[in-house]
């Protein structure tokens, strides 16, 4: 997953993406590090957060535009 590098670079830290999406900075560090997957619900938070497609957000294509 994208998250680490996508949250870097917009200078995000971990704690404030915690906050903004209303979970805990160790959650957050989980993803990052492969021993947490998020659910569904969560992804598209985070997609949301961060305006890209989940698809780019997992890894499953270089393009990070949403389809709408």
């Known amino acids: 997953m994208r998250l680490r590098e996508i949250r870097k ?4 830290s971990q704690l404030k ?17 492969g021993e947490r997957e998020p ?8 997609a949301d ?8 957000l997992v890894g499953r294509t270089k393009n990070p535009e949403m389809n709408k």
Request: glycine share 6%; charged share 20%; net charge negative.
């Open 9 to 12: 670079a917009k200078g995000i």
């Open 17 to 33: 993406l915690a906050m903004d999406l209303n979970t805990n900075q160790n959650t957050i560090s989980r993803y990052e590090t």
């Open 39 to 46: 659910g569904i619900n969560e992804l598209i938070k985070i």
């Open 49 to 56: 957060y961060f305006n890209v497609s989940i698809d780019y």
